[in-house]
């Protein structure tokens, strides 16, 4: 069973920055060569979106044009670990933050591509 964990979620004033974590279960990592984790979020009344991805074994990204430039994902091989590194956030950024999997080699924007999610982190911009 995959299991993914988020942490790093709180408040801050806008313009600041938050680092958002990640951690896969190790058996996620059976597939090394074959996997995307992903970033999404989800604000009161509205739908989920997707934020950023990363091809874990090739480290390509991809970025929603709304964080690009402010937000940026990386992984640590190392702890398993999936990074949401947002600098000038928004009060707009204010929401829900999700981590997924998918079990592809392929970056992918939509959440029902994702397979196993994670119980979300709180992020809230004042203004």
Same mark, same amino acid.
């Given at each position: 069973? #995959?299991?993914? *964990?988020?942490?790093? =979620? /709180?408040?801050?004033?806008?313009?600041? %920055?938050?680092?958002?974590?990640?951690?896969? !279960?190790?058996?996620?990592?059976?597939?090394?060569?074959?996997?995307?984790?992903?970033?999404?979020?989800?604000?009161?009344?509205?739908?989920?979106?997707? #934020?950023?991805? *990363?091809?874990?074994? =090739? /480290?390509?990204?991809?970025?929603?044009? %709304?964080?690009?430039?402010?937000?940026t994902? !990386?992984?640590?091989?190392?702890?398993?670990?999936?990074?949401l590194?947002?600098?000038?956030?928004?009060?707009?950024?204010?929401?829900?933050?999700?981590?997924?999997?998918?079990?592809?080699?392929?970056?992918?924007?939509?959440?029902?591509?994702? %397979?196993?999610?994670?119980?979300?982190?709180?992020?809230?911009?004042?203004?």
């Amino acid at each position: 069973q #995959v299991q993914v *964990i988020e942490s790093g =979620g /709180g408040t801050v004033q806008a313009g600041g %920055s938050l680092r958002l974590s990640c951690a896969a !279960s190790a058996r996620t990592f059976s597939y090394v060569n074959y996997f995307v984790m992903g970033w999404f979020r989800q604000a009161p009344g509205k739908e989920r979106e997707f #934020v950023a991805a *990363i091809n874990w074994s =090739g /480290g390509s990204t991809s970025y929603a044009d %709304s964080v690009k430039g402010r937000f940026t994902i !990386s992984r640590d091989s190392a702890k398993n670990t999936v990074y949401l590194q947002m600098n000038s956030l928004k009060p707009e950024d204010t929401a829900v933050y999700y981590c997924a999997v998918r079990r592809s080699s392929a970056l992918a924007l939509k959440s029902d591509e994702y %397979s196993h999610w994670g119980q979300g982190t709180q992020v809230t911009v004042s203004s």
